[in-house]
């Protein structure tokens, strides 16, 4: 299961996307209405299967044609694989973890 924080402009995801969980990622568009730039944590993002990547990369490119800047931020291994096979390339900077 995913959980997702709020925290300002960044969200941290935690747990595990697979397709029927992306619905909790897509609060990013809610964060998308209150800041021009979304950081997204996934420090603590254990898996995310293919669909999510391809939603998170099809959102992602939606609200950067709307002039929204996504930062992806602290991808593990296996994250950071799916995203770069989907052409999406994270930032490696550490952020402020949630409390």
């Given at each position: 299961?995913?959980?997702?924080?709020?925290?300002?402009?960044?969200?941290?995801?935690?747990g595990?996307v697979?397709?029927?969980?992306?619905?909790?990622?897509?609060?990013?568009?809610?964060?998308?209405?209150?800041?021009?730039?979304?950081?997204?944590?996934?420090?603590?993002?254990?898996?995310?299967?293919?669909?999510?990547?391809?939603?998170?990369?099809?959102?992602s490119?939606?609200?950067?044609?709307?002039?929204?800047?996504?930062?992806?931020?602290?991808?593990?291994?296996?994250?950071?694989?799916?995203?770069?096979?989907?052409?999406?390339?994270?930032?490696?900077?550490?952020?402020q973890?949630?409390?």
């Amino acid at each position: 299961m995913v959980k997702v924080k709020k925290q300002g402009n960044i969200l941290f995801v935690k747990g595990i996307v697979m397709n029927h969980h992306f619905e909790k990622v897509k609060s990013l568009e809610d964060v998308a209405r209150e800041n021009k730039t979304i950081v997204i944590d996934l420090g603590e993002l254990e898996l995310i299967d293919e669909y999510g990547v391809e939603q998170l990369f099809r959102i992602s490119n939606e609200l950067q044609r709307c002039g929204y800047r996504i930062e992806l931020f602290n991808a593990q291994e296996k994250v950071l694989t799916r995203l770069l096979k989907a052409g999406i390339v994270p930032h490696k900077k550490r952020r402020q973890r949630a409390g």
